[in-house]
Structure formats: C-alpha cells, structure tokens
C-alpha cells in the first residue's frame, strides 16, 4: 500500500487521482446486524484518471 495515504478524517485517497470516501453509521449496536441495518451509508468512488478501474 505504498501509494495510499489515510487521512485523519477516514478518507483513504490513491495518489494517482483514484479517492474512495465512506460513510458510515456512528453507533453500532447488536440490533443492526439482527435487523440488517447497514453499517455503512454511502462509498464513492472517484476516479480522476484517464485510465478505467
């Protein structure tokens, strides 16, 4: 993971123009996975390259 960078604010960034954010639930409980609420609400992916992913 040489070319990976994690910020302090939990983005993990590729030098190379690739960012990938996350956000996520901030209180997890037991009743999440019984109830099959999703942990995590959004990733995006951004691609700031020429080349595909």
Not at 1 to 15: C, K, L, Y
Not at 32 to 51: D, K, L, Q, S
Request: with cysteine; proline share 2%.
């Amino acid at each position: 993971m040489s070319d990976t960078m994690i910020e302090a604010d939990g983005e993990m960034a590729v030098q190379r123009g690739v960012r990938i954010t996350c956000a996520a639930t901030e209180h997890v409980s037991h009743a999440y996975h019984v109830n099959a609420i999703p942990v995590v609400r959004e990733i995006v992916v951004t691609n700031a390259t020429e080349a595909d992913l």
